[in-house]
């Protein structure tokens, strides 16, 4: 084995300074592009048959190529739980961690490692019950990370008890009378959080799903995706209201940056803004399509996407709106860190052996000859 | 008129007042003038867990003590032969540890009515008679820090605090200090605030004065430099030593340091001193916790960089998981674990050795991780290169056994050369390494170097070496995930096998023993090195033949350990815990090992030291 160490010092410290151009700047591209075939593994997938974990797989296998980066250079990192299984079957550099620990591990080599793109892989009560803090201050820091958040309302490896994120009176293994605790919005959560993107998407529609992937991956900060999956095991069905042919129109509002926010098969409701800043369905036919709100992810503000996110039924999750909910461009805290030390090189110039022989030698020293 | 000038050999001084007295400082300056004098010198801080305890209490006394000399020393001294007191809980709470004729200088203006009776004196110490078994030098530091800086544009409360320079410039001119370091240390705090420069530089130069003039000194000391190796010297800290210790590392493997932390006392230091280091591509994260803290150095290490945490006990604990991921993923992790007095919240800002078994199995499962201690305040540093070493060689997370007695202690050093620094060489995979039946050529992450046991590492970036690794049982040689009973059993003795090879690699337990004909073997580990050392130099002077070891390798011990053990009719060993190491050895050697503890908070003093093993000797 020989050995080429990245060199004392300094590891591409400049990616950062194009990221306004280029959300992907620092990151090797490739000379011939890639399939989805080069991104799957020889490992058998084992999430039980008809989990909705498979449809997501199959969308970011087939969705990467198209960022024309080197597959070396891609990083899934995930905690533990069913969705967690994920890096296995991503024929990338991959990590499966331990409970909750996944963002503050990725976080260590996004900081370190500016050339790798870096995906977490977590659940419902991987990110937000164990890991609740290394999320929340991920999404504050905003370093350059994808969070896939596996939204299956229960905790499936551990074959069925309640999550943060199941509805208050849930009925499982650990809670026989009914769950006692309101669930958590993971979107108001994140956007409480200072996340700089958020969205959120189902597994069954892949049209979508890879949509708001592409998005995501050209984000340059953390990127909070939530993935409304269904564990067919222990809480199928979960977000049946929102899939089902017959309710789905009515209960899913799509977001589309730009475009007045309207649902239903007709487009018959839209939301709008009440004089009291609150956002409310109307419907269309009565009130209109003139004062309808638009939606704009690039909005500095939080607030319109906070609102957006509480029109859902914390319970039966109807009014629920999925796409891309803020998307507004922040310093990373990697790109500022490599900034600093960038600045740091300039103006005192970099530390070589000389300089750390100074330094280790320190300003008062004496000498003793005999 | 010229005083009389008196040679010493050694001296032991306390300075101690309030929390606010600036007295960490005075010592600090003491210590440095110090060692530029080449004296050789050990020191002792000893502040409150509290930031400001209510002014003029016993709890908020802080005080620092130096121990300096004309020949190598070991410890900060057990009791001084100089107190300085600034005010009377200062005295109150120090002079129990004053011997009979010992020096004792005292600011007087601290000791009103109310001062006194706050600490329970109804009368004054100095007044009742209580002190005349001291050399009591009663001066006015307040009010004439105040006089001579009549002339200086600062306000009363400003001049006041110049005190504790005062008293710094009077004990200079008593024990023939330098002073110009003090005063290029003054310009460099106060450059931007020249009034408090020149209000402190005058306290200071009016300190020194006043010891020539007063009739109250009648004479001033002398204390020869000690002789020592030749070199470069400098004065450091544990903590400081330890800082510097990781940066050599991180040069030496050409790996980029980073270091993953949450604040905690004693350990912080090490964090603000690597912050400062970003011109040498050191990224320094505060994590939201101490899970986040490894984890991230975790994740700086899958990245192929020098992955550093640094704590203490309570931190430790909650970084436990994350290292057994590190032992299983088998890459290389350095914990610094800085140790304090516990369990729980404990005492923040005092020395113990109680985390040894916590570092050793404080994990779930079958997860040995190699332990390294370093001996004195310097050694800090080079306890830090070892730890780097390993954990590079081995693919393994170490944990660093400091305390917080190293950590603020200081001592000088003789500066290393950094080619003396032993190779610490990544050895990153490139290629594949594997050729699988159907003759595909791919990588295999958990073959490994026959000699070492180390698997093959290779870093995100590197074409053709996607791998996943994660904490699921991995099929040996091929990292897949492996549920299959005698995978596991091969893999659980293969990472033991792993760490116990280390051994082949580090040097034998040394054994001190002048006469080799010792019946008495006194063993340590960590920071009872200096403390235990001195109490054997006192034995051997009392004409004792007493053998001294000292175990830098916790994990896995040198390979000659039992043969050492056996060779003593009698092997005694000091710590600051329960007995933790006399525990192991004992079971693990079936040797009688007697264990001596203290959980004082404060290291060993050598005196005891000393009549426990002249106890344990003639119990034979
Ligand atoms: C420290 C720790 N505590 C508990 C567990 C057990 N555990 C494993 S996965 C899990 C919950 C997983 O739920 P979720 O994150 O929603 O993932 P899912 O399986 O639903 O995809 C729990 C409690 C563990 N592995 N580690
Ligand atoms: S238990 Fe549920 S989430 Fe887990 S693999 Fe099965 S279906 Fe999927
Ligand atoms: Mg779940």
Redesign the interface.
Known sequence: ???????????A?AAGKDSHVDPLAGI?TVDEPLKTKDFK?D?EVRWCPGCGDYAVLAAVQSFLPELNI????I?F?SG?GCSSRF??Y?????????HG?AP??????????P??SVWVVTGDGDALSIGG??LI?ALRRNVNLKVLLFNNRIYGLTKGQYSPTSEQGKVTKSTPLGSLDVPFNPVSLALGAEASFVARTIDSDRKHLTGVLRAAAHHRGTALVEIYQNCNIFNDGAFELLKAPDTRDDAVIRLEHGEPIRFGAEGQHGVARMPDGTLRVVDVAEYGTKRLLVHDAHAPNPEVAFALSRLADPSSLNATAIGVYRDVHRATYDDL?HE??A???D?????D?P???D????K??????? | MAKQVVQLDRVIIRFAGDSGDGMQLTGDRFTSETAMLGNDLATLPDFPAEIRAPAGTLPGVSAFQLHFADHDIMTPGDAPNVLVAMNPAALKANLPDLPRGSDLIVNTDEFTKRNLHRVGYDESPMEDGSLEAYRVHAIPLTSMTVGALKDVDVTRKEAERAKNMFALGLLCWLYHRPTEGTIAFLEQKFASKPTLLRANTIAFEAGWSFGETTEDFSVSYEIKPAPVRPGQYRNISGNLAMAHGLLAASWRSGLPLFLGSYPITPASDILHELSKHKRFGVRTFQAEDEIAGVGAALGAAFGGHLGVTTTSGPGLALKAETVGLAVSLELPLVICDIQRGGPSTGLPTKTEQSDLLQALYGRNGEAPVPVVAPRSPSDCFNAAVEAVRIAVTYRTPVIVLSDGYLANGSEPWRIPDLDELPTIDPEFATEPNHTSADGKEEFWPYLRDPETLARAWAAPGTAGLEHRIGGLEKQDGSGNVSYDPANHDLMVRTRQAKVDRIAASIPPLEVDDPGDDADILVLGWGSTYGPIGAAVRRCRDAGLHVAQAHFRHLNPLPDNTEHVLKRYRTVLLPEMNLGQLAMLLRGRFLVDVISYTQVRGMPFKAAELASVIQEAASDE
Not at chain 1, 70 to 73: F, I, K, L, M, T
Not at chain 1, 104 to 113: D, E, K, M, P
Not at chain 1, 347 to 351: E, W
């Open positions: 084995m020989n050995s080429p160490a990245p060199g004392f010092g300094l590891i410290a090797p593994t490992q080197r597959r070396e250079n990083v990192v533990i890096p296995y991503m024929n990338t550099y991959g990590m499966h961690s331990i620990r503050a591990i990725a976080t260590g080599l996004a900081i370190s490692r050339d790798l803090n290394h201050h860190l600093q030390i600045a740091a090189v103006d005192q110039g970099i530390g052996r300089v750390l022989e330094l280790i030698a320190g008062d020293t004496w000498h003793v000859d005999t």
